[in-house]
């Protein structure tokens, strides 16, 4: 199978501007989460898509949104970016069929630089 | 409150040296434990599981962790590490699934640097 596959992998906005980030799980994977990774703050969850809807979200602004097609492909969408938005975006995806959350399938990642 | 927490920030070991990474846990619920690694620059990877059983569960490139349930703790072993070990682990804690997603917990991550 191939693997979770992310889109674009570097990129560099300006303030203000907004970003796309495009992920498609492991066929077969319902349920696709997001994450992002700073040196200072570590993982911290986004937000959870299964099957179109999102089911838990982190602690994140408005500014940061994302969706989920009916293929299971997801996009996540930061609008008005600010500095602090420079980070690596992980999508994971996983089987929920199998019960438990936690085994995760990680993507390259999305390198977001904010200028 | 559920946490992860790893107490080792950054951890150096010589190539041949044995390893090992430190992760406690609070959690209420019956715990499924999990450690990632993840390599410069790429995504993380699941290197092993615990979900019920032998507490001693092996996982990929020779690692393997044991389960204390008394101490909370899933602590992350290798008898000899090599050079390509170096990068950031991470221990994860997740649930089983009842009505609605628990999302994984991470721990801070500990990063591994390994001398020739």
């Known amino acids: 199978k191939a693997g979770v596959t992310q889109t674009p992998r570097y990129l560099i906005k300006t303030r203000g501007q907004q970003v796309t980030l495009s992920c498609s799980p492991i066929s077969g994977h319902r349920s696709v989460s997001w994450y992002q990774q700073t040196p200072g703050q570590g993982l911290q969850f986004l937000f959870e898509y299964f099957s179109e809807t999102q089911r838990n979200k982190g602690n994140f602004p408005g500014r940061f949104s994302g969706r989920q097609f009916s293929n299971s492909r997801s996009e996540m969408n930061v609008s008005t970016l600010e500095l602090g938005d420079s980070a690596l975006y992980l999508c994971?995806?996983?089987?929920?069929?199998?019960?438990?959350?936690?085994?995760?399938?990680f993507g390259e990642g999305s390198r977001l630089t904010v200028l | 409150a559920q946490s992860v927490t790893q107490p080792d920030i950054h951890i150096t070991v010589s190539e041949g040296a044995s390893l090992e990474l430190r992760c406690n846990y609070s959690y209420g619920a019956t715990p499924y434990l999990f450690w990632y690694v993840q390599s410069p620059g790429q995504g993380l990877q699941l290197l092993l599981k615990?979900?019920?059983?032998?507490?001693l569960v092996q996982g990929i490139k020779g690692f393997e962790a044991e389960f204390k349930r008394s101490q909370s703790s899933f602590n992350l072993r290798k008898p000899s590490v090599h050079w390509s070990d170096a990068a950031e682990y991470f221990c994860a804690v997740g649930a089983l699934m009842k009505t609605s997603y628990d999302k994984v917990i991470f721990g801070p991550g500990t990063s591994l640097s390994v001398i020739p």
């Open positions: 994971a995806s996983s089987d929920p069929g199998q019960g438990i959350s936690g085994e995760l399938f």
């Open positions: 615990y979900f019920s059983g032998d507490t």
